[in-house]
């Protein structure tokens, strides 16, 4: 989505499982995408800009729409789900590879990226 600079639309509503409600009207914000930067590091920490503000909230806005469980590591709904989200809420269609071993990751990676389509990983630990 950041690559290609889509902004999110539409309403999410959602309840964490600490009880915290979430609660946003996606296409009520613009972003300036010509001030993101293209690095956040230490030293945008350091010295904070109108480029680090934007890709921030443009992360923020992302994780409302995937719905991030604040404070667990994890998020409301299934990874299934949550690439629905993404359907619903950016001008994207999704498609989910369930991708073992690493050089088949690799090769779905350099595919996608040759492609020039947004690309969304999800690691998981399994074992």
Request: proline share 3%; net charge positive; aromatic share 12%.
């Amino acid at each position: 989505m950041y690559f290609h600079r889509l902004a999110p639309f539409g309403k999410v509503d959602f309840e964490t499982s600490s009880g915290q409600r979430s609660t946003e009207d996606l296409g009520s914000t613009t972003f300036d995408c010509g001030q993101f930067v293209k690095r956040i590091s230490q030293k945008t920490e350091l010295y904070p800009s109108r480029g680090a503000f934007e890709v921030s909230q443009y992360i923020f806005y992302m994780s409302l729409v995937i719905q991030k469980d604040w404070g667990t590591g994890g998020y409301v709904l299934s990874h299934k789900t949550r690439a629905n989200c993404l359907q619903d809420h950016y001008a994207v269609t999704t498609k989910l590879h369930s991708l073992t071993p690493a050089a088949r990751t690799k090769e779905v990676i350099k595919t996608e990226i040759r492609a020039k389509r947004p690309l969304m990983m999800h690691l998981r630990d399994t074992a």
